[in-house]
């Protein structure tokens, strides 16, 4: 299994970043795939979560409204669009499959959201 995420970058309170998450050694499209994230000093969030269909769709309380989760089955790929950052959403973000119990994670993508 390998989680390579990709999109982060340093921008302005009010903007915008859309994370992808390319997934090989899996068959993707067979498995819900989760977005994490881990703020400095701080345990790991789970931020979103998207079904094997992109059908279904969970977020944690502080996201709802800004940010979507979305998947490409066709392209193996995990996405993230985050609308409205904050500075409180600065973190590394991770992908996540749980495939026969046991949790895989990319490296990350930093994200930081600063004037």
């Known amino acids: 299994v390998q989680l390579v995420e990709s999109g982060g970058g340093l921008v302005q309170p009010g903007g915008s970043l859309r994370l992808s998450c390319a997934a090989s050694g899996f068959t993707f499209r067979q498995y819900p795939m989760k977005w994490y994230r881990q703020a400095p000093g701080k345990e790991r969030e789970l931020v979103a979560t998207?079904?094997?269909?992109?059908?279904?769709?969970n977020y944690v309380d502080s996201v709802k409204g800004r940010f979507t989760i979305s998947r490409d089955n066709a392209k193996n790929t995990l996405y993230l669009q985050m609308n409205i950052l904050k500075p409180e959403d600065t973190a590394v973000y991770y992908c996540?499959?749980?495939?026969?119990?046991?949790?895989?994670y990319g490296q990350g993508t930093q994200v930081t959201v600063s004037s």
């Open positions: 996540n499959v749980l495939r026969l119990a046991v949790d895989y």
């Open positions: 998207i079904d094997s269909l992109g059908r279904s769709t």
